[in-house]
T-cell receptor
Framework: GNSVTQMEGPVTLSEEAFLTINCTYTATGYPSLFWYVQYPGEGLQLLLKATKADDKGSNKGFEATYRKETTSFHLEKGSVQVSDSAVYFCALSRGFNAGNMLTFGGGTRLMVKP | DGGITQSPKYLFRKEGQNVTLSCEQNLNHDAMYWYRQDPGQGLRLIYYSQIVNDFQKGDIAEGYSVSREKKESFPLTVTSAQKNPTAFYLC???????????FGSGTQLSVL
């Protein structure tokens, strides 16, 4: 079946540090891949997505590349800010025939210190 | 403004009691979803609906029930059969053809 594995957190960084959050997946076919972000006490918001191999999704300085050969979709940002502190979820889509439902990873909490 | 509204924000359940979580959307989305989030874990799908008057079980449907009588509304009932209901519950919606989900702000359910 489909599954998503993320690095365990929390990840604690100083402001302006480089961020990498690892995500690997197992899936049949060619799923779309997503990163969602959850700020404290809120629901999830889509951060970025990629729909096919070698696509790069990017938004708000974050980026992730769909690597089919390594089944990975690592999230990166060159210089984090305190406002980036949140929980980040990697997810894959089960596809249109499965109602476009998402399979989520366990989430990685990011804490950025001033 | 278009969006998804979940209520209440906090809910307490007594032993043996059924409770209902509300989810309303004005995005004109056909599909709606309920996810459960436990501390330190990812989201798990409880139920989903792609059209009015139809819904499907997700990965952890036992102890839960839903209805979809209106396009805008997808309430979730946590029944007394759900032995471990304490969790953060998230409702989401999407168009049927678009994989992007829009989430509500969640309901925290706790057992008294």
């Amino acid at each position: 079946g489909n599954s998503v594995t993320q690095m365990e957190g929390p990840v604690t960084l100083s402001e302006e540090a480089f961020l990498t959050i690892n995500c690997t997946y197992t899936a049949t076919g060619y799923p779309s891949l997503f990163w969602y972000v959850q700020y404290p006490g809120e629901g999830l918001q889509l951060l970025l997505k990629a729909t096919k191999a070698d696509d790069k999704g990017s938004n708000k300085g974050f980026e992730a590349t769909y690597r089919k050969e390594t089944t990975s979709f690592h999230l990166e940002k060159g210089s984090v800010q305190v406002s980036d502190s949140a929980v980040y979820f990697c997810a894959l889509s089960r596809g249109f025939n499965a109602g476009n439902m998402l399979t989520f990873g366990g989430g990685t909490r990011l804490m950025v210190k001033p | 403004d278009g969006g998804i509204t979940q209520s209440p924000k906090y809910l307490f359940r007594k032993e043996g009691q059924n409770v209902t979580l509300s989810c309303e959307q004005n995005l004109n989305h056909d599909a709606m979803y309920w996810y459960r989030q436990d501390p330190g874990q990812g989201l798990r799908l409880i139920y989903y609906s792609q059209i009015v008057n139809d819904f499907q079980k997700g990965d952890i449907a036992e102890g839960y029930s839903v209805s979809r009588e209106k396009k805008e509304s997808f309430p979730l009932t946590v029944t007394s059969a759900q032995k471990n209901p304490t969790a953060f519950y998230l409702c989401a919606s999407s168009t049927v053809t678009n994989e992007k989900l829009f989430f509500g702000s969640g309901t925290q359910l706790s057992v008294l």
